[in-house]
């Protein structure tokens, strides 16, 4: 087995703030994230992977959330949300659930490709060229539903790989990537963290753990690389980071909270976690 791997997981703007705090927390309390082997990105965990894998330290992209910096606006309708569900939820089987959704992403009226490759190309602070550092982003294809990671041999630019991963399906368009239509990453499964099989430690940091319709939860997909002899350490949202969080992930004006929170969360659960990422070993 090859040894670290970190995994982020999707959950819009203030999930995706959470995330911050908990990396920032960790790092704070002695966690070495450099460690890793590769960074696993999905969505919100995308551009932040990203900017992680591109140097920029936990602490910055932590105090940026805090600020109110890396704004997006994320406006999504309760049509939109009506038609997401009706998507994802019309069937039982994983499969057909996720073409569903992504055949209704293709027919439906949305911003254009070019607004999301804008506000992405802002908020990866001029991240353009693939780092040295192995990073694997997650996306799916909206005509098959077939899950695919893009990384730097894959031939296309960082800033489409990541606009493919957070194309999030009826609010924005799906992204053309290599003559492919491409929606969000968490589609299927909102962390990913299948795509570190084969990695004996995996941290992984997961927004929101439980996709919408029948797909498996990052605590189902934990237990499985578990199982097959994986070190795993799963982050999710405690009670207070979930009250903070609320419901709406594009609510901009929670996001100081809900970074706060998860930085509160790590710093307490950093003493438990897995000594192969202590700066001290």
Known sequence: MRNTALV??????VGGAWMTGVLAGL???GLDLTRADVIIGTSAGAIFGTRLAAGEAPQELY???LTRADRVELRVTAAQTARFLWAAMGSRDPERSVRRLGRAALKARTRPESELLDALGTLLRGARDWPHRALRIAAVDARTGSMETFDADSNVTLLE?????CAVPLVCAPVTVGGRRWIDGGSRTTTNLHLA???RHILAVSPIPTAVGPHPSAGQQAAQLAAEGAEITLVTPDRAARRAMGRDMTADARRPAAASAGHAQATALAPTLDAVWRTDV
């Open 8 to 13: 982020l997981g999707g959950g819009g703007p």
């Open 27 to 29: 790092t704070e309390a």
């Open 63 to 65: 105090e940026r959330q």
């Open 161 to 165: 790989a990541v606009a493919a991963s």
């Open 197 to 199: 099989a084969g990695h």
